[in-house]
Nanobody
């Protein structure tokens, strides 16, 4: 089992920045990939960014160049630095961890609202 706790959401004006944090606990050594997804009202959940055990990263095209995923292994924490935010980035952001042969674990979500 993996437990994920997110923080850092909030309200920001367009062009502003936010940093989300996700702290993992439990069977951390079994995590293969950890990342962030988001879900806007009326839309499907989509992957935003992810980082693998080896440190490789990938991003949705819509956030490339604006968002950066990073991690602090000592703190078991993954960050999502979001710059140049747009109103269309408004969504609930979820941290998710994939454990091979087991499945995906999700955090409770944190709201990000970008005003125009």
């Amino acid at each position: 089992q993996v437990q994920l706790v997110e923080s850092g959401g909030g309200l920001v004006q367009a062009g502003g920045s936010l940093r989300l944090s996700c702290t993992a606990s439990g069977s951390i050594v079994s995590i293969n990939t950890i990342g962030w997804s988001r879900q806007a009202p009326g839309k499907q959940r989509e992957l935003v960014a992810a980082i693998t055990r080896g440190g490789s990263t990938n991003y949705a095209d819509s956030v490339k160049g604006r968002f950066t995923i990073s991690r602090d292994l000592a703190k078991n924490t993954v960050y999502l630095q979001m710059n140049s935010l747009k109103p269309e980035d408004t969504a609930v952001y979820y941290c998710n961890a994939n454990v091979i042969y087991v499945g995906t674990f999700w955090g409770q979500g944190t709201q990000v609202t970008v005003s125009s």
